[in-house]
């Protein structure tokens, strides 16, 4: 699976950004697709996750309320929307694949294995 997340730039604090991830190469055999992001010297954390077939999805606590995911099958796109931005979610924001046999909304990194470029959000205050 080759995957391309865009749409990152720079939001004041309290905006709103959409970034986007296209998805190629069998994502039908994928369960899901996720987003993560890596703030400047921190670790790379779950954002959410979403089931391909349902919609159904999973957030972190930090962004839960906040930012949405949603997904257009017709496109093999996956979107992250993000609301009432705070300078703390400044990262590069990465989507990923899971593993073929993971047929769960995980949270672990080590589950996924194809993952897409990273794109730059940056929340100015």
């Known amino acids: 699976v080759q995957l391309q997340a865009y749409g990152g730039g720079l939001v004041q604090a309290g905006g709103s950004l959409r970034v986007s991830c296209a998805a190629s190469g069998g994502t039908f055999s994928r369960y899901a697709m996720g987003w993560f992001r890596q703030a400047p010297g921190k670790e790379r954390e779950f954002v959410g996750s979403?089931?391909?077939?349902?919609?159904?999805?999973y957030y972190a606590d930090s962004v839960k309320g906040r930012f949405t995911i949603s997904r257009d099958n017709t496109k093999n796109t996956v979107y992250l929307q993000m609301n009432s931005l705070k300078p703390e979610d400044t990262a590069v924001y990465y989507c990923?694949?899971?593993?073929?046999?993971?047929?769960?909304?995980?949270?672990?990194?080590?589950?996924?294995?194809?993952w897409g470029q990273g794109t730059l959000v940056t929340v100015s205050s």
């Open positions: 990923a694949a899971p593993k073929s046999g993971i047929r769960w909304l995980s949270p672990k990194e080590y589950e996924y294995d194809s």
């Open positions: 979403i089931r391909w077939s349902s919609g159904t999805t």
